[in-house]
């Protein structure tokens, strides 16, 4: 699978409804130590009800500046919620079902020390 | 000295922007034309390139990102290859008017076809592309192009009447007999030159040559501050020599030896020849910043190996690229078309390349992942959104301006 | 929110933080830019197992995968361009490999360039003066 099968899917809920599109997928580096970096893996996946693509990441993060491009994009990614990625039943191709049940979690991205 | 070798690329990239062949002649024909009745505009342009220039080099410095790899990142391969292809046009265009530009500058100086300089002229901007250091030709045509300020000395030995030139500028407007639509065309192609995004691809692009980080945003802040006020006032001059001599007369500005005319009637053979000097260095240096421009933005699109600290076998693909468009634009001179007219269609694609140049350089200069502690601060979002409102305006004004005034025929 | 998950080592946003990023080698040279990920672990259409490992990200892809993306279709594997992520050393405003560029699939077109075009032209292997 690629990423960019994933990006912009469709989620739906375990009744068959949809909650929205698949924003982005959350990565964690928590995986079986390597050499270099741990793994690379997958715990969630952020919905957005609304809009279908942000590469921007206003909705999850405290940013806030500037105010011409911020609040527009937050208004347009309201509502924008991350799945545990055990919370996720089936992928197929444009379409993520969730399991029964599966609770909708704050999106916000922990504050990241800048690296260069 | 060392001092004025500092802020060479921010000269150089200023000259580019408003003393390139194109802007040479529309500075003349707008003065020519409307007196000073649209200096306000190069004002506007003036703080809109120093704001946006500044946040480019700041985040280059701070996050060693060059602005093209930023646009990237932030509107992805679509939108990003939508401004890839308007901005590589423009580049394209207008190294073609400049390589024109240099062969009309020397046929001033030597009487010889300019169709036979061209070539000579496009290997010349091989070479010193090839071989010359970055620090090498920033200061010879940053300094050679000072010159041109000969053209704010001529203006002062015309002894203008200054009260009817301050009334030109404090009254703008179209003079009787212009349409307002061609006054706000001219006004449009002033301010998309002034902005003209070559000019924070090169000056970012041109940080990472120099290889400024942290230490050196004072010296970016230096080098927008002096660049583009100074290519704002040559601009000016420019108009203003025009507006003094020409409009009176109503001499139509067509060709470049009507834009040295104030100039040789004010200061004589000397001030002629200083002006050929300038001319000369700012065509050439515009044909550089251009052509190395579409370099960089190709190679920071896809990802290649770019930068002229490099040698060349280790940038290859940037280096192809660029002989490429030296080629290019070599055909399309070739086929005998007037360089000058050349550059006027490309405000056609600044229209697609302004917003999507400047909307991912305000975001990332506001991302903390990016640029720690040295994100903008509130006066400078003001002016960025407020700058990003009237380029939208311009943008999307500027086709159909285009096409009721038929280019401001 | 509940402690079972609370982040045990830094997060990413696979889009935000590693889609269309610069890629350097080992000396700080560009390779590529990342234009795709690939995810092994996600079997489409068959039911996941919750207690099934979670998926993980196991290369970079370019090359014929950036086309793919602006104009849509699918090329088709055998022609991927992959750069395992255990080459990764480090990811911020750019994403840093610890091998040199030269030694990947990648940099071909850059090396093909580089050995019958620019390296032959006089001056082509020297820096600048």
Request: charged share 15%; proline share 6%.
């Amino acid at each position: 699978m690629i990423l960019s099968d994933l990006l912009g899917s469709d989620v739906l809920g375990a009744d068959g409804r949809r909650l929205g599109s698949l924003l982005d997928v959350r990565l964690e580096m928590s995986g079986t130590p390597r050499q270099l970096l741990a793994d690379l893996e997958v715990v969630g996946l952020l919905v957005s009800p609304r809009g279908r693509i942000s590469t921007w990441g206003f909705e999850r993060r405290g940013a806030d500046a500037p105010a011409i491009i911020a609040r527009p994009q937050r208004w347009l990614h309201r509502g924008t919620f991350l799945v545990d990625w055990r919370d996720v039943a089936v992928v197929e191709a444009g379409r993520v079902t969730l399991r029964e049940g599966a609770e909708h979690l704050d999106p916000m991205l922990p504050s990241a020390p800048r690296s260069q | 000295m060392k001092r004025l070798f500092s802020v060479a690329l921010g000269i150089l990239t200023a000259i580019g922007g408003f003393v390139d062949i194109g802007d040479l002649v529309t500075n003349a024909v707008v003065g020519s034309r409307f007196g000073l009745g649209l200096v306000w505009v190069v004002l506007v342009g003036v703080v809109g390139i120093c704001v946006f220039a500044q946040m480019s080099g700041r985040v280059a410095a701070v996050s060693g990102r060059a602005t093209f790899e930023i646009i990237r990142e932030r509107l992805g391969p679509r939108a990003g290859l939508a401004n890839l292809a308007a901005s590589f046009l423009i580049n394209l265009l207008t190294l073609t008017a400049e390589i024109g530009g240099v062969a009309l500058a020397l046929q001033l100086a030597t009487s010889v076809d300019p169709l036979l300089w061209i070539p000579v002229v496009a290997f010349g901007v091989w070479v010193v592309v090839w071989r010359a250091r970055f620090a090498l030709l920033e200061n010879v045509t940053g300094l050679l192009g000072l010159t041109l300020l000969v053209f704010a000395v001529a203006l002062f030995m015309l002894a203008p009447d200054w009260g009817q030139l301050a009334g030109q500028a404090l009254q703008p407007g179209p003079p009787q007999g212009e349409p307002i639509a061609t006054y706000w065309f001219f006004a449009v192609a002033l301010f998309g030159a002034a902005m003209t995004p070559y000019e924070v691809f090169f000056f970012s692009s041109g940080a990472i040559e120099e290889r400024w980080t942290v230490k050196d945003l004072a010296t970016s802040r230096l080098n927008v501050l002096v660049g583009f006020p100074l290519g704002g006032l040559l601009s000016v001059a420019i108009a203003a020599c025009a507006a003094v001599v020409l409009l009176p007369a109503s001499i139509d500005v067509t060709s470049l030896s009507q834009v040295v005319l104030p100039v040789a009637q004010a200061g004589g053979k000397v001030a002629l020849a200083f002006v050929i000097v300038g001319i000369l260095a700012a065509t050439f240096g515009a044909a550089l910043e251009t052509t190395l421009s579409s370099g960089y933005t190709l190679a920071q699109y896809f990802g290649w190996s770019w930068g002229k600290f490099r040698r060349p076998a280790k940038a290859a693909r940037f280096h192809l690229s660029m002989i490429i468009c030296l080629f290019i634009a070599i055909a399309i001179l070739a086929t005998g078309v007037d360089p000058i007219l050349v550059t006027e269609y490309s405000v056609v694609f600044s229209a697609v390349a302004l917003p999507l140049t400047y909307l991912p350089i305000l975001i990332i200069a506001n991302d903390r992942e990016y640029m720690g502690d040295h994100v903008n601060g509130r006066a400078m979002n003001f002016l960025g959104s407020v700058y990003l409102v009237i380029i939208l305006v311009a943008a999307l004004a500027a086709i159909p301006l285009l096409i009721i005034t038929g280019a401001g025929a | 929110m509940n402690d079972h998950r609370r982040p045990a080592g830094r997060v990413l946003d696979a889009h935000l933080h590693l889609l269309d990023r610069q890629l350097l080698d080992r000396d700080g040279l560009p390779v590529t830019t990342v234009d795709d990920l690939e995810l092994d672990g996600i079997e489409p259409g068959a039911s996941i197992d919750p207690d099934a490992p979670a998926p993980k990200v196991t290369a970079i892809l370019t090359g014929p995968d950036l086309a793919t993306r602006i104009f849509g279709g699918r090329p088709p594997s055998s022609r991927r361009v992959r750069i395992p992520w255990e080459l990764v050393t480090d990811v911020g405003t750019a994403i840093r490999l610890g091998v040199a560029g030269a030694s990947l699939d990648a940099t071909w077109a850059e090396r093909w360039v580089s050995e019958h075009i620019i390296g032959r032209i006089p001056g082509g292997r020297h820096d600048p003066e």
